[in-house]
C-alpha cells in the first residue's frame, strides 16, 4: 500500500450561516455566531484521506499564530504526518464562508501563508515518493510549487492527483502528467477554453455522479433534508480517491470510496468532520 502525500493549503475557515447569500452592497445578518472550522483544500483533503485509511503526510505553511499551531495539532491527532509543515512569516491563512438555508456555500480566501509555500525545499519534503505512492495536490498553493512538485513526484514514479481548485491555467505538461486532473463542471469549461490536454480528466457534477475520461459514474444520493453544508464535499471525495488509488484499487472502486466519502461530507457542518479548531 503506497502513501498519500498531501501538497496544499491549511487555512482557519471562519463560517456564518445565513438565510441567503446578499446581494451585491446588500446587507444581511447572520443566524447565530461566528463558527472557526478547520479548512483549506490541502488540510481537507489530507484529512479525508486518513480518514479513508491511507498513510498520508502534509506538505504546508502555517503562521506563527494560535490557528497555525492549533491546525498542526489537529493534523497530528488524526495520524497526518506533520514533519513537512513549516512556520511562515505571514499568517496562517484563513477562508471566509457564508452557508445558507439550502446549505450552498460562498467563500473568500485569504491565502497568507499558503501564498509562501514555494518550490525551493521540495525535494527534502518529498523525498521518498516513488511507485505505488500518490501525490495530492490543489491550487490554494502557488501554481509554480504545484507545478515543481508535480514534475518531482512524477520523475521518482508516484501518481499525481491534480485537483486544479480554485481554478486557475496550469503548465501543458503537468495538466498532461496528472492521472487523474480533477475539475468540477465550471472549471472544466475553464479547463476546455485553455490549451491544456489532460491526459486523464476526471469530472465530478455533485451529486449527479462523475466521469472520468468519458465513462460516466452515478453519484450517491443524499436526501434534502439530510444536506447540512456542502462545503468540502469535493474534497472530501478527492482525498477519498488518492487513499483508494494508493491501496491499488481500480477506477470503479476509487469513484465508489470517493462518492460515498462525498456524499457523506454534506450531512455536517464545515469542511471536516468534527471540524471545529
Known amino acids: 500500500m503506497g502513501r498519500v502525500v498531501v501538497l496544499g493549503s491549511l487555512n482557519v475557515d471562519l463560517v456564518a450561516a445565513v438565510e441567503r447569500h446578499p446581494g451585491p452592497g446588500e446587507t444581511i445578518l447572520a443566524d447565530g455566531a461566528l463558527e472557526r472550522f478547520a479548512g483549506g483544500k490541502g488540510g481537507n483533503q489530507a484529512v479525508a484521506a486518513a480518514a479513508a485509511g491511507a498513510d498520508v503526510a502534509m506538505v504546508a505553511a502555517v503562521g506563527d499564530d494560535e490557528g497555525g499551531r492549533a491546525y ?166 478527492c482525498g477519498a480517491l488518492a487513499a483508494a488509488l494508493a491501496r491499488g484499487a481500480d477506477r470503479h472502486a476509487a469513484i465508489r470510496a470517493a462518492s460515498q466519502a462525498g456524499a457523506d461530507a454534506v450531512r455536517h457542518r464545515g469542511a471536516q468532520l468534527d471540524p471545529e479548531l
Open 72 to 237: 498542526v495539532e489537529r493534523l497530528r491527532s488524526r495520524g497526518v504526518d506533520v514533519t513537512a509543515v513549516r512556520t511562515s512569516s505571514a499568517p496562517t491563512g484563513q477562508a471566509w464562508i457564508t452557508v445558507d438555508d439550502e446549505g450552498e456555500n460562498a467563500i473568500v480566501v485569504i491565502p497568507g501563508a499558503n501564498g509562501q509555500v514555494a518550490p525551493e525545499g521540495l525535494t527534502d519534503a518529498l523525498a521518498g515518493l516513488g511507485a505505488g505512492d500518490v501525490l495530492l495536490l490543489q491550487l490554494e498553493v502557488p501554481v509554480r510549487t504545484v507545478a515543481a512538485a508535480a514534475r518531482l513526484a512524477h520523475g521518482a514514479g508516484a501518481r499525481v492527483v491534480l485537483n486544479a481548485a480554485p481554478y486557475a491555467a496550469l503548465p501543458h505538461d503537468v495538466a498532461a502528467l496528472a492521472d487523474p486532473l480533477v475539475v468540477n463542471e465550471h472549471e472544466a469549461l475553464q479547463l476546455a477554453d485553455s490549451d491544456a490536454q489532460p491526459t486523464s480528466l476526471l469530472v465530478t457534477f455533485g451529486a449527479a455522479g462523475c466521469s472520468w475520461d468519458g465513462e460516466r459514474h452515478d453519484g450517491i444520493p443524499v436526501d434534502a433534508a439530510d444536506v447540512v453544508d456542502t462545503t468540502g464535499a469535493g474534497d472530501a471525495f
